[in-house]
């Protein structure tokens, strides 16, 4: 099984949002059984709080629905997943010191917008949480264009298909 988790800062915007597109877009390919993803932030913010409400509207606006309570980033999740998959480079480099306690490669981790074709904006998934509905709509395009050429790179590296 292939694990990918998807880290932001707090945990209740681009990360669940992305960890429940990804999971829409396996179902969609019927590879439920091929992967397991999970979110969470790199902050202590949010711990078992429900995604932000503007998430769960951009989602359910697009028949995608998040199951997911806040959580923050801790040693297991960097042995455990395949993939880790920062929104910003903030939060990567968080990443980057939290494996470096445990003298880890940085192989594993990446930036969403690395899979994201023809982008020319920017490296980072801008975070909405302070703006209105369209920056999360931004967002949400964003992840699903990065997301679903995430997993052909996943299915491919991988071999794993329907």
């Known amino acids: ?8 800062l707090g945990n ?6 992305a960890e429940a597109i990804f999971n829409h877009q ?13 979110s969470c932030g790199t902050s202590d ?11 769960i509207k951009c989602a ?14 801790s040693h297991a999740d960097i042995r455990d997943f395949d993939y880790i998959i920062a929104m910003d480079k903030s939060n990567r480099s968080n990443i980057y010191k939290l494996m470096d306690t445990y003298s880890q490669t940085h192989d594993q981790i990446h930036l969403m917008r690395d899979f994201q074709p023809n982008n020319s904006e920017s490296e980072e998934v801008p975070d ?17 264009e990065s997301i ?5 790179k996943l299915q491919k590296e991988h071999q794993v298909y329907a």
């Open 148 to 152: 679903k050429e995430l997993i052909a």
């Open 1 to 8: 099984m292939i694990k990918v988790l998807f880290v932001c």
């Open 12 to 17: 209740i915007c681009r990360s669940p949002l």
């Open 26 to 38: 396996i179902q969609k390919l019927n590879l439920p059984h091929k992967f397991k993803s999970d």
């Open 60 to 73: 359910n606006d697009h028949g995608i629905k998040i199951s997911h309570r806040g959580r923050q980033l």
């Open 128 to 144: 909405p949480y302070y703006g209105g509905e369209d920056g999360f709509e931004k967002v949400y395009q964003i992840l699903d």
């Open 45 to 55: 913010y949010h711990i078992g709080e429900l995604p932000d409400e503007r998430s």
